[in-house]
């Protein structure tokens, strides 16, 4: 049973401490018990949900094992609900011989925040938000579920729902024993029932954005057409020069890999991959001579960084020159060259067309951000991630180490953080662990979901060596003032302990917070206390120490750190305003105009620390910001030209030329739109379509569209789904010549907080990269320059069009084969009916698409869709397919409903 393993923390105390069992002696007891109790639970695997029952009293400390099967639905009945919002129905099942009282239990849930009316439960129970993203039930004095009954309890929630993943996850229940102890019972039986009508799927009555009918995506698709080979893109991204030949070079294991002094791990992964699909080993050989029969690695001197040639000959053999990673692009180059067929298997030789190759990137900064603390991401998934990003020629990658739900990133000097504040499950005040988030669920045990781990300081190195030799730099995000639950959470507990051992000054020294602060605010994340106090010196000296660690780190693994990224954003209002010690801060500090630019004051102190040690400092926009206390803003000069980097991420309505201002008031930015490069964003409106939408949806055209000298060309619709007009953007300002200077590359986002596990990971992040690649590496398309609207449109059409066959045709089978295999999102076939028979069509031509005609998923062994089919039934049911025999998500045509 999925879920059913890890640890036990003492039971929330919220409010209703008429159910307090756990004693301070039954807490010691849970916390003594914590490691036999994950090993306990690791060997379970049983049909219903079954806890590990505490129980602690001081006669028996013993655990003992109890079962609670009941199962839970819940339902999206509409999201016009009288009064504005939602309305949600759970049912419980009671299959178990126990019944729920009054006082025996509790549920807990994790969901997207969302307010729920008192007045509007319908049923004799409270359901009342704790913190985050998390929920508890509890029942009323009349409340009684009886074995084999069940109950229906609706209620009325703020703004809408449209998607699947929206829904309560994580679902636990708590149930009171006799004696002092409790147990936590992950619910092993619980479904979201399916969203299938306009009130389940649209935000409101006037929601504009289109439902994604079979017909809309036929219709979307409609101007997709069928290139032949000739006239696919061999490499993407797309090189600047490229001149193909009539002949062939053959690569077997007789070939070797020469390379100068200084390329020795271009060359060692080069014939690492090419013996993986050869006979025999291809060897490595350091030499400048070269002979026809080889594959030589040269270095020149290049104008930008990153440039290589490529030139593929019968008679010359394989030659790459460049600098060090224009070496590693070539590489890649000619791995995109080999035919797929070869790839995924050993061949007795290959065959490459000749070839001459000129290439260099657009842009120097080329990344993709990943949030790995608010569901935490393996070692080996992130390297897979890497060797995705090395192959499209991406650069950087920005890991988003610490957050409000975790710190993913051992520090030795200060162990709790990693201790405390990579683990989440039950508690009653993050004294032990955090609480839970994102579905994460009881259990403080990394084997029972995504919410809790961290990379050891081995580890960490290990990923950081392996990024580099892949040519992608890691840049490290500590995040703060806001988003800095986890470490506030750990100080605390360093705090109390060192207290307990009369040590007040080490106490002192790393603390986060000012305890007679009673600021009250909500951060965007419905967190009420994830802001450290900016005013204490021991703030600055917890940030120092851990950068100085993260310095440390680097320097051990022989990788590249120019920069630390600070995050920065999203600091609510309110924070600091009802703190005595930033309340003398201030009134020691009058240059300081209000409690918002506390956060300048700091970040100045921070980033002339990391100044100091040759580091860059990093950022999301509110770094280079002045606030006014309306929450208006102006550029801050004082840190333009000064080392600092915005990540510019906000282009929607009112901010689109967000990005531009900065740039043109000196800063050197990295543009990560919202419009056009949130990878966890869901590709469209379907509600099986995982991810957020808060700020529209992405696919994989959208960062493939991307103008980055004229952000305006490249925003459609607003989050809304309504159509921009020329008029929506007058008197926003462009950039200027310096500007466009300043504008350093673009950056794709991949929060986490709907991403659980490798496979999820991979189906967001791809095909999306590959628009990216694209855009990053050739720069600004020469229809970015047209500024006819409609004439733009046109020649968008047409190069998307060649675009998605080389990625249906060539890239698509490729990542079938590339390192095992990546779970890349295969888009629906959409369908409609003409002239009485049905015909399909595809995002992406080359892919092969199976029917039924039973109401059942296609399978591999489904009929072949090769010509518009005759209608003879009610219900037909679609699908794409790869190369291996994965399904789309079926798209589904009711005729009976026509």
Known sequence: MAGVSGLLEPISQTTHDRKRRATDSGIDCLRDNRKDAAIMMRSISVLLAIPLVLNCSPQNAQPTMQTLDLQVRWNLETNFAEGGGHRAEFTIRNNSDIELTSANWEMYWSMMPRTVNPGSIAAPVTIEWINGDFYVMRPKDDFTLRPGAQIEIGYNGSSSMIKESDAPSGLYFLLYEEGGSYGLYPVSDYSVAPFVGPDQINRHRNDVEPIPTAEWLFDSHSNITELPEDQLQLIVPKPRSLELGDGHFEISSGTSVSYEPGLQ??????TAFLSDILHGTVEAVESSASSGNDIHLQ???VAVAGSYELGISAADGVIISGDKSGVFYGSQSLKALIPIDNLGRENESIRVRTVQIVDSPAFGYRGVHLDVARNFHSVETIKRLLDAMAFYKLNKLHLHLTEDEGWRIEIDELPELTQIGAFRGHTADDSENLQPS??????ADPESGYGSGYYSREQYMDLISYAWDRNVEVIPEINFPGHSRAAIKAMEHRYRRLMEEGRESDAERYRL????DVSQYRSAQWFTDNVICVCRESAYDFVTTVIDAVIEIYSDADAPLTMIHTGGDEVPTGAWGGSPI????LAAHPEIDNPKNLQK???KRINEYLGSKGLQTGGWEEIAMNFREDGSWTANDEFANANVIPYIWNSLWGAEDLGNRLANA????????????????????DPREPGLYWGGFINTRDPFEFVPYDVFRSIRTTAAGELYTDDDFTGKELLTAEGRGNIVGMQAQLWSETVKGQDMLEYYYLPKMLGLAERAWYGQADWGDIADREERNEAIDAVWNAFANSLGKREFPRLDRLHGGYNYRL???GAKVENGRLVVNTAYPGMEVRYTTDGSDPTTRSPIYVEPLEIGSEIITLSTFDSRGRASLPTVVNLQSR
């Open 513 to 516: 917070v000012d305890p007679d």
């Open 299 to 301: 270095s020149r001197d």
């Open 438 to 443: 994102y579905g994460s669920g009881p259990f």
């Open 666 to 685: 000196g800063y050197p930015v990295v543009l990560c739109n919202v419009t056009n490069f949130y990878f966890d964003f869901a590709y469209n409106k």
């Open 582 to 585: 930033c309340q003398d801060y």
């Open 827 to 829: 888009a629906p076939p």
């Open 265 to 270: 791990s271009e060359a060692t992964l080069l």
């Open 601 to 603: 004051a700091f970040f």
